[in-house]
């Protein structure tokens, strides 16, 4: 074999593949229930189009949920602003209420913005520390949250140390 072949064939190995385990699904269970939430609360979101996911069986065994600003790529591809992805396997095991504040949790970090010099929107994301997510907590208390973390604890096995790091 030539040299040249030989730089041929380099090109065709095959690469060792990182292989994951999760599987991501759109879930129109998750987006009917999310347009519940934002008729329930009033929530205007400009032209953001947001995707909703199911990540199975977990994020994380740690994370329930979490929302992004999807990237240019992401974009262009789906449409998306906004991606929001909840952990299947707790997902499955929560009541309406809680899927409920899970959704309102992570649609409160959306936020849309536009700018009147430019006349065009600005997809940012809100830190929990926003006004709305105290008054959520005023109206619905914690209970909701404690629910969760119990859930996920003993889906997976957490210890109470464990349990009280589990987020959204």
Same mark, same amino acid.
């Given at each position: 074999?030539?040299?040249?072949?030989?730089?041929?064939?380099?090109?065709?190995?095959?690469?060792?593949?990182? @292989?994951?385990?999760?599987?991501?699904?759109?879930?129109p269970e998750v987006q009917?229930?999310?347009?519940?939430?934002?008729?329930? @609360?009033?929530?205007?979101?400009?032209?953001?189009?947001?995707?909703?996911?199911?990540?199975?069986?977990?994020?994380?065994?740690?994370?329930?949920?979490?929302?992004?600003?999807?990237?240019?790529?992401?974009? @262009?591809?789906?449409?998306?602003?906004?991606?929001?992805?909840?952990?299947?396997?707790?997902?499955?095991?929560?009541?309406?209420?809680?899927?409920?504040?899970?959704?309102? @949790?992570?649609?409160?970090?959306?936020?849309?913005?536009?700018?009147?010099?430019?006349?065009?929107? &600005?997809?940012?994301?809100?830190?929990?520390?926003?006004?709305?997510?105290?008054?959520?907590?005023? &109206?619905?208390?914690?209970e909701w949250y404690k629910?969760?973390?119990?859930?996920?604890?003993?889906?997976?096995?957490?210890?109470?140390?464990?349990?009280?790091?589990?987020?959204?």
């Amino acid at each position: 074999m030539s040299n040249n072949e030989n730089k041929k064939d380099e090109f065709l190995k095959a690469e060792a593949t990182i @292989h994951s385990t999760k599987q991501l699904m759109e879930s129109p269970e998750v987006q009917a229930l999310a347009k519940q939430v934002i008729e329930e @609360h009033k929530m205007e979101f400009g032209p953001a189009e947001i995707g909703y996911f199911l990540i199975y069986p977990n994020l994380s065994k740690k994370r329930v949920a979490k929302c992004m600003k999807a990237n240019r790529e992401v974009k @262009h591809y789906s449409g998306n602003d906004y991606l929001i992805e909840v952990s299947g396997e707790i997902w499955d095991m929560l009541g309406n209420f809680e899927k409920k504040m899970v959704l309102l @949790h992570e649609l409160l970090r959306i936020d849309p913005q536009f700018r009147s010099k430019t006349q065009e929107w &600005k997809m940012k994301l809100r830190s929990p520390d926003f006004s709305d997510f105290y008054a959520t907590n005023d &109206k619905y208390g914690n209970e909701w949250y404690k629910t969760i973390q119990a859930t996920a604890a003993s889906l997976y096995d957490l210890d109470p140390r464990q349990e009280s790091e589990v987020k959204l």
